[in-house]
C-alpha cells in the first residue's frame, strides 16, 4: 500500500489514509436511486460527525478576549472524552468488520479484500467506520477497478454527490496538514 513517506495519493488526488474497519457488501448492478439517496444523507451526517470530533483545540491557544475559552475548552475535552467512551461501549456491543488498512477519497479507495475477494467489475458499497462513536459507517459504492495479487481491492466510486465530495476532500486535506505538522514537529535526534 502506502509506506508513509510522502503525500497520501489515490486517483491522483488526495487521499485520507488510517488503519479503520471495513466491509465490501455487493450491490446489484442497477442501484435503487432511494437506497443511493440515503446513502448521500448519512454520508453527510457520518463526515460532518467525524469533523466535529476532530476539530478540538489546544489549551495553549487561548484568545486573551475570551475569559471563558479554558472553560469551554476543559467542557470540550470532556464531551470527546465521554464520545470516545460512549463510541467503545457501542462498538462493543455492534460488531464491525475487522481494521485494514484503507487509503480513500471521492474517488476511490485502496484496502485489503475480503475472502473471496469480489471479481473486477462488482458493484458494491464500501462500509468505512470512522470514529468509534460514529454508528454508522460511510457508504460510498463504487465497481472493482482491481484485485491485485495480494489481495490489494481498488474500488472506483460513483460519483458520491458535491457534499459528500468536499466533506472528503476536507477529510484528507485535515488529515495530511496534521501529518505535516507532526512531522515538523517531531524529534530530531542529535549529531554527535
Avoid at 503525500?7 to 488526495?14: A, M
Avoid at 457488501?25 to 446513502?39: N, T, V
Avoid at 484568545?63 to 476543559?74: G, L, V, W
Avoid at 474517488?107 to 458493484?123: E, I, M
Wanted: net charge neutral.
Amino acid at each position: 500500500m502506502y509506506d508513509g513517506s510522502d503525500t497520501v495519493i489515490l486517483f491522483e488526488e488526495l487521499a485520507y489514509q488510517d488503519i479503520l474497519p471495513v466491509a465490501w457488501r455487493a450491490l446489484p448492478d442497477e442501484i435503487d436511486p432511494d437506497l443511493a439517496a440515503s446513502y448521500l444523507a448519512s454520508n453527510v451526517r457520518v463526515l460532518q460527525a467525524a469533523t466535529a470530533l476532530q476539530e478540538y483545540g489546544s489549551l495553549e491557544k487561548l484568545d486573551e478576549n475570551a475569559p471563558y475559552a479554558a472553560d469551554f475548552m476543559r467542557i470540550e475535552l470532556k464531551i470527546n472524552l465521554l464520545l470516545d467512551v460512549v463510541g467503545r461501549l457501542l462498538a462493543a456491543n455492534q460488531p464491525r468488520p475487522p481494521a485494514v488498512a484503507i487509503r480513500f477519497n471521492a474517488l476511490g479507495a485502496t484496502f485489503q479484500a475480503p475472502s473471496p475477494p469480489p471479481r473486477p467489475g462488482a458493484q458494491g458499497a464500501v462500509e468505512i467506520y470512522l470514529r468509534e462513536c460514529v454508528v454508522e459507517p460511510l457508504r460510498l459504492i463504487g465497481r472493482v477497478a482491481n484485485v491485485s495479487s495480494t489481495g490489494e481491492l481498488k474500488v472506483r466510486f460513483l460519483p458520491p454527490g458535491e457534499a459528500v465530495s468536499d466533506l472528503l476532500e476536507k477529510l484528507a486535506f485535515r488529515r495530511h496538514r496534521r501529518q505535516v505538522a507532526g512531522s515538523r514537529n517531531a524529534p530530531r535526534p542529535r549529531r554527535g
